[in-house]
Nanobody, 120 residues
Framework: QVQLVESGGGLVQAGGSLRLSCAAS????????MGWFRQAPGKEREFVAR????????YYADSVKGRFTISRDNAKNTVYLQMNSLKPEDTAVYYC?????????????WGQGTQVTVSS
């Protein structure tokens, strides 16, 4: 069993930056591909980014490519999402996920989410 806890969300102006963290307990994250998803009000949860187990390869949704960077520190059992050049349409609850599969399909483990609000 993996427990995931996100942090780092908040209110930021358009063009600003935030860094989300996802800390894991229960099991080491090093055996899981990790990812971030988000859900805006009235919309379905959508894939944002994925990083493979060793951190070498990363994948992004087209909407965030070039602005967001996913990374991981397996020694700290933590995954990060650096978000730059934020837009109002990035406003959502952001969720960490363990076991993300190719194609952005989520794995079995979710965090509780952290709210990101981007004002125009």
């Amino acid at each position: 069993q993996v427990q995931l806890v996100e942090s780092g969300g908040g209110l930021v102006q358009a063009g600003g930056s935030l860094r989300l963290s996802c800390a894991a307990s229960g099991r080491t994250l090093s055996s899981y591909a990790m990812g971030w998803f988000r859900q805006a009000p009235g919309k379905e949860r959508e894939f944002v980014a994925r990083v493979v187990t060793n951190g070498v390869s990363t994948y992004y949704a087209d909407s965030v490519k070039g602005r967001f960077t996913i990374s991981r520190d397996n020694a700290k059992n933590t995954v990060y999402l650096q978000m730059n050049s934020l837009k109002p349409e990035d406003t959502a609850v952001y969720y960490c996920n363990a076991g993300v599969r190719v194609g952005g399909l989520p794995g079995n483990y979710w965090g509780q989410g952290t709210q990101v609000t981007v004002s125009s």
